[in-house]
Nanobody, 120 residues
């Protein structure tokens, strides 16, 4: 079964840093793009960062220059390095991937989320 497990969240002061991890299992990790989303209370879930199988990355404008997504295929893990954190970064952060099936269908998978709180 496909599993995505996030970790690394916590409480940090504005300007501080955190590194989130997402451990993946149940599929050929290296063959799929991976993404980080976040969702604050009362707001829509939004895409934060994405990384392709080849290592190309894309970021939301709000985090560009501060966050870095990376992947370690040997460990089946993606990371989100978050620097210069701001209060508006406070949210639950989710790992995400889209997988194709033998029937040609697309299934979307999410981790359980990890809370990031940025506060003074």
């Amino acid at each position: 079964q496909v599993q995505l497990v996030e970790s690394g969240g916590g409480l940090v002061q504005p300007g501080g840093s955190l590194r989130l991890s997402c451990a993946a299992s149940g599929f050929t990790f290296s063959a799929y793009a991976m993404k980080w989303y976040r969702q604050a209370p009362g707001k829509e879930r939004e895409l934060v960062a994405a990384i392709s199988t080849g290592g190309s990355t894309n970021y939301a404008d709000s985090v560009k220059g501060r966050f870095t997504i990376s992947r370690d295929n040997a460990k089946n893990t993606i990371y989100l390095q978050m620097n210069n954190l701001k209060p508006e970064d406070t949210a639950v952060y989710y790992c995400n991937t889209w997988l194709d099936t033998k029937l040609g269908e697309i299934h979307v998978y999410w981790g359980q989320g990890t809370q990031v709180t940025v506060s003074s």
